[in-house]
């Protein structure tokens, strides 16, 4: 413990020496290492900071909770649809009185509607390489049955070396007696979220990094893709609008 700070001291001595003398190179080449290490601690930090503003947003906008579904089925002014859903939730739910995706709770908003059967995904990543076939799945059934209408929440685990494959989970899944997941594409419905971001009434520096964010949002791999559903037809999206209104204090949804 008290060689430490010495070793990190001649450590640090040392890259002083080679940054003082690589210093006077600065205009004769020098700069280029340094302003592409500025581009990529700025990319970086962009984007940590957007996809932590949109995490917050989630957090404390007021949706629904899971027991509202079992009270639209029974509602006649709402059109219950004889198909499966699997909702893509960014949290596992364990019981009723969590709250519904924002994106879900949008859906069933606007279309008036809701499903018969609703399966709730959630993708969760361990630290260990590889996860082991009787490990990689988490069920829960909250209401219901296969017959009456069911609710059922899903957590699929994959180690850091795999890959997720959410196709491949609900065809294993459709095998679970607790689930209703037909193999037919045209009878499910697969939905996922994504964002819209504004920056009205944001100060200028705000706008830049809203910008900024927008830009690599823009070309960021298609959360399609990155759960392996990118051929699969019963894909649908919801797009949710996030005004950051005063970037520092909260974000509101127009």
């Known amino acids: 413990r008290y ?32 302003v592409s290490a500025a581009g990529v601690l700025t990319v970086m930090y962009i984007w940590r900071w957007g996809r932590a503003m949109i995490a917050r947003y989630y957090e404390c906008r007021p949706t ?16 219950l649809l004889d198909k499966s859903i699997v909702v893509m939730s960014p949290h596992f739910i364990t ?4 709250k519904l995706p924002v994106y879900f709770h949008d859906l069933i908003k606007h279309w008036e509607s809701t499903f018969k059967h609703v399966v709730f995904l959630t993708v969760a990543h ?15 059934s909250l209401e219901g049955s296969p017959s009456q209408g069911s609710i059922v929440s899903v957590q699929v685990s994959y180690g850091y070396m795999e890959k997720p494959a959410v196709r491949q989970a609900l065809l294993d899944l459709s095998r679970h007696p ?6 037919n ?34 070309n960021a791999k298609p959360a399609t893709d990155y759960f392996g559903l ?11 609008n996030i005004e950051f209104v005063r970037v520092r204090d909260a974000i509101a949804s127009p």
């Open 178 to 183: 607790a689930l209703t997941l037909p193999d």
């Open 230 to 240: 990118d051929e699969d037809s019963g894909v649908t999206s919801v797009e949710t």
């Open 3 to 34: 060689v430490i700070g010495p070793v990190c001291a001649v450590l640090i001595g040392v890259d002083l020496l080679f940054f003082t003398a690589n210093m006077l190179k600065f205009f004769d080449g020098g700069y280029v290492p340094i």
């Open 185 to 218: 594409p045209m009878q499910r419905l697969i939905l996922i979220g994504r964002e819209r971001i504004l920056a009205n009434g944001a100060g200028w520096f705000d706008r830049i990094r809203v910008s900024l964010f927008r830009v690599l949002l823009r």
């Open 126 to 140: 361990r630290k260990r390489p590889y996860i082991r076939g009787d490990e990689r799945y988490q069920v829960v």
């Open 64 to 79: 629904a909770e899971v027991e509202l579904l079992p009270m639209l089925k029974a509602d006649a002014r709402v059109h």
């Open 95 to 98: 019981k009723m009185s969590d």
